[in-house]
């Protein structure tokens, strides 16, 4: 009872041991005190490539990237196709970036144009956060990559990698479209007009009569788009 407690010194010999206190008796008095492992064990568990991918994607400046540009629009408009066309003319524009297109708010895939050749990503999210990944399709963040988004903004704004295009239709209100629109420059597809839709008539449906077209026009009170030339027929569908 005379002899008071000793501390011990915490060393390798002595992790994960017990180290009396300097109080009374009692369970505490015994109390197992863990270590925190060095920093370099800590990094051990990270596979060495991953940490190589982030090291050079934090070490780059960031590359020069275009202002985001939001095309806003009701359902119908041609959106869509619009969003293709983009791509068609970007691809013969920039032979040598990479493009990433994704259609849709549901399945969180996206396909990725590289070199000629066209792969399916399973998650869009995923991609654009692993460094590896960035760098090849950057050419060592050189070049951004171009991203067309129907429907959704499925990466944040500001993505340093990313030209982004985003297109969707009123009524979506997610944060991360909303987080968007702040910083995008806003673009809207109205709906079509009469004129519209006959000069495509004359161009690529020909064989319906102009007077078909306009009943259907007035009928669906000026729905978008192509939907009135495929209400006049059941050889053409609405598009």
């Not at 109080?23 to 800590?42: A, L, T």
């Not at 792969?119 to 991609?127: E, F, G, L």
């Not at 067309?148 to 340093?160: E, K």
Request: aromatic share 8%; hydrophobic share 35%; with cysteine.
């Amino acid at each position: 009872m005379g002899s008071s407690p000793t501390t011990m010194s915490p060393g390798p010999s002595t992790v994960g041991t017990t180290q009396p206190a300097a109080s009374s008796g009692g369970d505490e008095d015994n109390e197992i005190v863990p270590r925190q492992p060095p920093i370099s064990s800590r990094n051990a568990k990270i596979p060495a490539h991953r940490l190589a991918a982030i090291k050079t994607h934090h070490s780059l400046k960031p590359m020069p990237t275009l202002p985001p540009i939001h095309v806003g629009g009701t359902p119908g408009t041609g959106k869509s196709a619009f969003s293709l066309y983009l791509l068609h003319i970007f691809l013969g524009k920039y032979p040598n970036n990479a493009f990433v297109y994704r259609h849709g708010d549901v399945n969180p895939g996206c396909f990725v144009h590289y070199h000629g050749r066209t792969y399916c990503h399973p998650s869009i999210v995923h991609a654009f956060s692993d460094g590896l990944w960035l760098k090849l399709l950057t050419a060592n963040f050189s070049r951004p990559i171009w991203t067309i988004l129907d429907g959704a903004a499925a990466i944040p704004a500001g993505t340093p990698e990313a030209n982004m295009i985003v297109l969707t239709s009123p009524g979506q209100q997610t944060v991360s479209l909303k987080h968007f629109l702040k910083y995008a420059t806003t673009i809207v597809n109205p709906p079509w007009t009469l004129e519209d839709i006959e000069s495509v008539r004359e161009d690529a449906f020909s064989q319906l009569t102009a007077d078909s077209v306009r009943e259907a026009y007035a009928k669906w009170e000026a729905s978008p788009g192509f939907s009135s030339i495929g209400q006049t027929s059941p050889k053409y569908p609405t598009i």
